[in-house]
């Protein structure tokens, strides 16, 4: 079964977030995650200084145009951030200093740098005033999606009716502990008609049953799974350093902070996604293909 990941930060051991990528990593990944089913994927770009996210992105445009595999593979870039919630829980992984308000100044440049290939943008809705980079992304035929996010119901349902169609890794970029009925995950899923929502199927980042819950009440056809992977992905457990982070992988191949109190991404394949949607889920083979291939590509308009 082939697959489409629409949130792959790294793979192989290639951080995409580094700057300075070289060509052999880029088609390294490349390689790994098409001997793991992966037919296409979206590299992505999370929070940092915006002139290093800039190059970050600029660099892997380069290296793609020099690389039949990466040009096959590589469908264009997932920004998440830096626009999101800056409190702690909502912000997940993502460094506070860098964390800002949606500018359209700032979109433009990392769209540029991204030399047209910007698929999916991430940002928290109520950090975007009058929702003007949301305006901005949609009328350009490009998916935002909120992420990293706290907005009220109201917030959101105008969000979505400003150009959101996206919800990034539901259940995931929320504090341990929130309000019982009132919180963001209710709001999202107030509005499954209008949204499709990337859902993380390691088993801890959402537990199976969760996971269950969220494919009844979204219904199979909005949703995504995605793998949210960082660069140890495809190499199994062991120690790595990622980005600003000194990471354990251990055998549930997920990346936990130094202190534990937060996931840093997944170190799962595809692949391996799909024998849990299988095996622990009990999804047929079309719903599994639906979920990993089809949706994902609708969802990205691709």
């Known amino acids: 079964m082939n697959y489409f990941d629409v949130q792959v930060n790294g793979y192989g051991g290639v951080d995409f977030n580094q700057e300075g990528v070289s060509p052999e990593g880029l ?65 997940g992984a993502h460094p506070p200093d860098a964390i800002r308000p949606a500018d359209a100044d700032e979109m433009k440049r990392l769209l540029d740098a991204a030399g047209g290939l910007t698929r999916v943008v991430t940002l928290a809705p109520e950090q975007d005033e009058k929702f003007t980079v949301t305006k901005l992304l949609a009328k350009r035929g490009i998916t935002v999606a909120a992420g990293h996010c706290n907005p009220s119901y109201e917030d959101l349902q105008a969000a979505v009716e400003a150009g959101v169609s996206l919800f990034t890794h539901l259940g995931n970029g929320t504090p341990p502990e929130i309000p019982r009925h009132d919180n963001i995950i209710q709001c999202a899923l107030a509005l499954s008609e209008k949204l499709y929502f990337s859902l993380i199927a390691d088993g801890v980042h959402l537990p199976h049953f969760v996971l269950r819950n969220f494919f009844q009440c979204i219904g199979l056809d909005r949703c995504i799974i995605t793998t949210d992977a960082i660069a140890p992905a495809g190499l199994g457990p062991g120690r790595y350093t990622m980005g600003r982070w000194n990471l354990l992988i251990d055998e549930d191949l997920v990346a936990r902070s130094p202190d534990g ?33 089809e949706n994902p590509k609708k969802a990205i308009c691709l």
């Open 27 to 91: 088609h390294t990944a490349c390689e790994m995650m098409r001997r793991d089913g992966v037919e296409g994927f979206l590299a992505t770009i999370i929070t940092e200084d915006v002139e290093k996210m800039c190059s970050c992105l600029a660099r892997l445009v380069a290296l793609r145009s020099r690389d039949s595999l990466a040009e096959e593979m590589l469908a264009g870039f997932h920004i998440e951030g830096p626009f999101i919630n800056p409190e702690a829980g909502y912000r």
């Open 261 to 293: 109190s937060h996931l840093v991404g997944s170190a799962m394949s595809m692949s391996q996604a799909e024998k849990i949607l299988r095996d622990q889920l009990h999804l047929k083979d079309e719903d599994i293909r639906k979920l990993t291939y």
